[in-house]
């Protein structure tokens, strides 16, 4: 009989502990629980030590941190009619933990889903120079269709980025071949450019020169003492006509020449 006694409260006990365990949740900072009544949402809890009642109660934990979804690679056709494979990452997490749970069944799949959807809209939408030179513009306009997207579904978007570009191999020769004739006309420019800049000192120098008899002399010895440096070689010059001319007037006076 004893016994008996002691098994009975043993089970009581038992089934005590086992009702309580089921009844404590703990969940976490970066967590909420949804909780249902017979069916019914009645709310989110969180963070913390709370109870629910067992049977009657039961929650599903949602996670609040952000989440990064690799768009995998869409092939698309671009406003211009060229074809490129581009890939994409997606930052979002969940603002609304109720809608997060009632309104779509997995959050994250739906929002990868769409995300890959509208990334095609998108470039087919948009010029291969403006994907490739205005990126920034295409993220955001991204980032905006996809958060109004999931918005519904208790989600905030808060970042896409475009990683990857592929484009075809008859294109990225092209376009190599373009950039090789832009740099070769740029060096042409430059070059031309720098022989006018010669061309037009080299006329202002032979103005001054011209104008001015004595600055030829000058700049004559001047270049017989440059050349003069070296020993080991012969040096023919000529003499000036004018100077030649004054050395004969000196030495016949009043002569014709």
């Known amino acids: 009989m004893f016994l008996d006694f002691l098994l009975f409260w043993g089970v009581i006990i038992a089934l005590a502990i086992l009702f309580f365990s089921s009844a404590i949740r703990i969940v976490q900072e970066y967590e909420r629980g949804v909780i249902f009544r017979l069916g019914r949402f009645v709310g989110a809890r969180g963070p913390g030590l709370f109870f629910i009642i067992p049977i009657v109660e039961r929650m599903e934990k949602v996670d609040l941190r952000v989440v990064t979804a690799d768009v ?105 071949a373009q950039a090789s004739a832009e740099r070769e006309r740029r060096a042409k420019v430059i070059h031309a450019d720098g022989e006018f800049q010669a061309a037009q000192k080299l006329a202002d120098a032979a103005e001054i020169i011209g104008t001015q008899p004595a600055a030829m002399q000058l700049r004559y010895l001047q270049t017989l003492t440059e050349i003069s440096g070296d020993k080991s070689n012969t040096i023919v010059f000529p003499l000036p006509v004018d100077l030649m001319g004054t050395i004969m007037d000196k030495i016949f006076p009043g002569e014709k020449k």
Do not use: C
């Open 72 to 176: 995998p690679t869409q092939e698309a056709i671009t406003r211009d009619n060229v074809t490129v494979k581009v890939n994409a990452v997606i930052y979002f997490r969940v603002v609304d933990p109720g809608h997060a749970v009632l309104k779509v069944v997995d959050h994250i799949r739906a929002t990868s889903q769409l995300a890959q959807t509208t990334l095609r809209s998108v470039l087919g939408q948009s010029e291969l120079d403006e994907l490739l030179a205005q990126r920034d513009q295409i993220n955001v306009r991204l980032q905006k269709i996809i958060d109004e997207g999931t918005e519904p579904w208790g989600v905030k978007v808060s970042l896409v980025e475009v990683r990857d570009v592929e484009l075809p191999q008859s294109l990225q020769r092209a376009m190599a």
